[in-house]
């Protein structure tokens, strides 16, 4: 008799296991607010409102975010757009960057010294912030192009940006890059805030600190 009762104890539970299962299989699953990547031996973990649309699920060899000046808020979901939405003052903070494993070409700090100065016109100024502005040669690879950097090579920064063009549509957009160890990272951002670039600088550093932990 006591066996009997055992046995039907078992079968209760294991159904109401199974049953517990079953319901829970049943329920949605829910999105991390993150996503983990494995680029080269660097292990990252962004926050899903960085992402942009191209680096959303699977495998990368590279991630682009999109982060908003001067806090780094996660700018990548465009959910804060509305009809309403001013576009250019939006773009006019809005800071993009591309991470990719470290590659085997100059580092960018080394850039400036080893590549472009035998390329750069001899005539110089200063722009506010303090960096030295230099156009490359028409017949250079970089033509078209003009380089900011803190002298006297650019170790502590250095971004490119496109000469000024009365007709452009678009904003200018400036490109500067990093390494970090086993990273590359580049950002872009509107040429309006070239002057901050030590701030930008603070800022890329500080994501990818926070990416790694």
């Not at 699920?57 to 975010?65: E, H, L, S």
């Not at 959910?79 to 001013?86: G, S």
């Not at 920064?157 to 160890?181: H, V």
Request: hydrophobic share 45%; aromatic share 12%; glycine share 8%.
């Amino acid at each position: 008799m006591r066996v009997g009762w055992i046995a039907a104890i078992a079968a209760i539970l294991s159904f109401a296991l199974a049953g517990g299962v079953a319901w829970k299989a049943a329920q949605p699953a829910r999105a991390l607010p993150f996503t983990t990547f494995q680029l080269g031996s660097a292990k990252l973990t962004i926050l899903n409102g960085y992402l942009r649309p191209s680096s959303r699920g699977g495998a990368r060899d590279r991630i682009q975010v999109a982060a908003f000046y001067p806090d780094f808020a996660p700018a990548g979901a465009d959910d804060d757009i509305r009809r309403d939405t001013d576009l250019d003052a939006r773009f006019a903070k809005t800071l993009f960057l591309t991470l990719s494993p470290a590659s085997g070409d100059l580092d960018p700090a080394q850039r400036v010294g080893k590549l472009y100065l035998r390329f750069l016109d001899e005539t110089n100024w200063s722009h506010p912030g303090g960096l030295v502005a230099q156009a490359f040669k028409p017949d250079s690879p970089f033509a078209g192009d003009e380089l900011y950097y803190v002298a006297p090579e650019g170790h502590e920064f250095a971004a490119r940006c496109p000469l000024p063009d009365a007709t452009r549509k678009t904003p200018s957009t400036c490109a500067a890059d990093y390494r970090f160890g086993d990273l590359d990272v580049e950002l872009r951002f509107p040429e309006a805030l070239l002057a901050e670039w030590s701030a930008l600088s603070a800022g890329v550093n500080g994501f990818v600190e926070a990416a790694r932990r």
